[in-house]
């Protein structure tokens, strides 16, 4: 049945901000945290309720929740870079916002709203946290975009769909900076555990979203000594990858006709997550190969191509004997461009040649993203401070 009245969308017009106190100190073991937090709830009886932003708070749920008892939630990983100017920019947050609009759907939580409503929201949940965003080199303000159903999730419910669900966002400081460097010079690449044992994805599953359930349940997988799993599925006795830990994986092959191949995993199958940094690669590299890119990439061939197919590890084993191996690296929000030094397999350990192309990739990419090159993928976030809006006498908060 159709509600009586129409549901109300998503709006940035009547946000609700309530600043920090004047006393304000950070929690132990916070000081990294972003200090706000923007939170909307939804109903399906009546939509979109007010959006807020408020201090940095925990959360409660009903024991029964949609959330506790069935994970179902969703989430973003995006990054806000200040440049040198110090200005904020974001990296095509509408490309983040598209996603989570179809990760939701998949778990029934809603998914309707206009995605420039969102990030008016989102810019000025960070114009606030402006001064705790670094400035260096792969350092950011990292930024966690959360939707999770709030109702009661327990047992037969006459409908999937959620009926009352809360979108909130969180900041902290420097996700991935850990790795970032890690491409910079040959034997820097990181170590990949391929893992037989546990299966992240397969056909028909929910690997191409991204939901909380697809990482915490394969976390445990994860071996001393390398920076994550490297996981895999198997299709007629072959072990085909998928991602590493939470990136999108590439492969440099030499072809027999004289190009130089950028070979990843395609989306057809379900198994792999379309990522943010893996689309705007695929574009940079096609342009540059078509002689048609606003974006230099000095030093990569013009006789490349990009191919997107199924990748085995018995592919990888082979082109490295050959010699036809040139080079691997995943992408990512978190690690943006990173080169892949070992692989475990089979109890073996098989050494990936290093590619000095793959800094250029990320030079690149980390270039648009701090505003050194300019490029419409970069978005800057306009200033606010939360003045100018009306006071609420009883709590002493601000209606933006």
């Not at 475990?344 to 648009?368: A, E, S, W």
Request: net charge negative.
């Amino acid at each position: 049945m159709s509600p009586a009245h129409p549901l109300a969308s998503l709006s940035s017009s009547n946000l609700f901000f309530s600043p920090l106190p004047p006393n304000h100190e950070p929690p132990a073991g916070k000081a990294n945290h972003g200090r706000y937090m923007l939170t909307i709830p939804w109903s399906a009886a009546s939509g979109w309720g007010q959006a807020r932003i408020e201090p940095r708070h925990e959360l409660a749920f009903d024991p029964l929740s949609g959330v506790l008892q069935y994970a179902v939630t969703c989430f973003e990983g995006m990054k806000c870079y200040k440049t040198d100017q110090g200005d904020l920019r974001l990296f095509r947050p509408e490309k983040n916002f598209d996603r989570f609009k179809r990760s939701a759907a998949r778990l029934g939580l809603p998914n309707k709203w206009d995605n420039a409503e969102l990030v008016d929201l989102l810019c000025k949940l960070l114009a606030l946290e402006a001064p705790l965003v670094p400035t260096g080199d792969g350092s950011n303000l990292y930024i966690r975009p959360t939707l999770l159903e709030t109702s009661e999730g327990y047992g037969i419910k006459e409908t999937a769909f959620a009926s009352e669900a809360l979108l909130y966002v969180v900041t902290t400081l420097n996700l991935g900076k850990g790795l970032y460097a890690s491409s910079e010079a040959p034997g820097k690449g990181i170590r990949l555990d391929a893992c037989r044992d546990y299966i992240r994805a397969w056909p028909g599953g929910t690997g191409s979203y991204k939901l909380g359930a697809n990482y915490g349940t394969v976390s445990v997988a994860k071996k001393p000594g390398f920076a994550m799993s490297l996981w895999l599925h198997s299709h007629d006795g072959e072990d085909y990858l998928s991602e590493a830990g939470a990136m999108n994986v590439w492969i440099i092959k030499q072809a027999a006709d004289g190009y130089l191949e950028f070979i990843t995993m395609g989306l057809d199958n379900g198994i792999v997550l379309p990522g943010i940094t893996r689309e705007s690669l695929i574009e940079l590299l096609n342009d540059h190969a078509a002689g048609k890119s606003s974006v230099p990439l000095p030093g990569l061939p013009t006789k490349l191509r990009v191919v997107e197919r199924d990748i085995s590890m018995s592919e990888i084993v082979t082109s490295i004997e050959d010699g036809s191996l040139k080079g691997m690296f995943g992408c990512g929000t978190g690690v943006v461009v990173v080169q892949i030094g070992e692989i475990q397999y089979q109890d073996k350990i098989h050494k990936i040649p290093h590619n000095p192309l793959i800094q250029i990739l990320r030079d690149t990419v980390t270039g648009i993203q701090r505003g050194k090159i300019e490029h419409p993928w970069s978005y800057k976030v306009p200033e606010w401070d939360g003045s100018g809006a009306e006071k609420d006498r009883e709590e002493d908060n601000v209606l933006a």
